[in-house]
């Protein structure tokens, strides 16, 4: 997939938004002690804004682990929409323009794009598979270094050993850490990239 910047401003069907809540809903979350809420909007305003037909506005309680939760829920969404022609852009500096609450977390702008929802393999800006995991050879860990960050920062490192797979997150330093905040969504973004491709494989696991 990749992100979609431009849409046609035709609204989805009844039966596709109800499919679209149902992917939401059917997600089990990281951390189910920290519930991710959302609604729609019809208009959004920030430094990167994006026209859409559609906006999703992903919430908190003010948890540890709901950022990881949206990441990891919205990727899910992302990946539908792609697999059923439709486009989507994380947007992490959007703001719901008709109620704006502390607990939002991100926005993701859909819809049906202009273009292709698809790209290139060889299209892909990413670290070298070396430089994200000691497993070079797996391929859900491929997976994963496809998978999208902020400012395409991809701020993960995945060390297999014994078994276990560790993940750690970067730590930004000044001035990046000042700029940009989200680097726990995009880790829940990664895992949702692991976690898919571990179905895919059939390879059992569990966090």
Known sequence: ???CRTYKMEVL????????????????????????SYRFATETKGMFHV???????LSGHGKEGEQEN??????????WLNANELGGVWLGASKD???RRKSDLIVIAF??????????????????????TNDV??????????????LNIQPWYFEKTDGRLFVYRQRLKPPMS??????????????????????????PFHF
């Open 97 to 99: 323009a008709a109620e």
């Open 178 to 203: 000042v700029a940009y905040r989200l680097t726990k969504i995009d880790m829940g973004i990664a895992l949702c990239h692991y976690a898919v491709a571990c179905r895919h494989f059939n390879r």
């Open 13 to 36: 069907r009844d039966d596709q938004m109800a499919q679209i809540e149902a992917v939401l809903g059917g997600v089990e979350p990281l951390f189910p002690d920290a519930p991710v």
């Open 1 to 3: 997939r990749k992100s």
């Open 70 to 79: 949206a990441g990891f829920i919205g990727q899910h969404l992302m990946l």
């Open 111 to 132: 819809g049906k794009p202009e273009g292709s929802p698809d790209r290139a393999l060889s299209e892909f800006q990413r670290k070298l598979i070396e430089e994200i």
């Open 137 to 150: 050879e797996d391929v859900c860990l491929q997976a994963v270094r496809l998978a999208p960050s902020g």
């Open 51 to 57: 026209k859409a037909p559609h906006y999703l506005v």
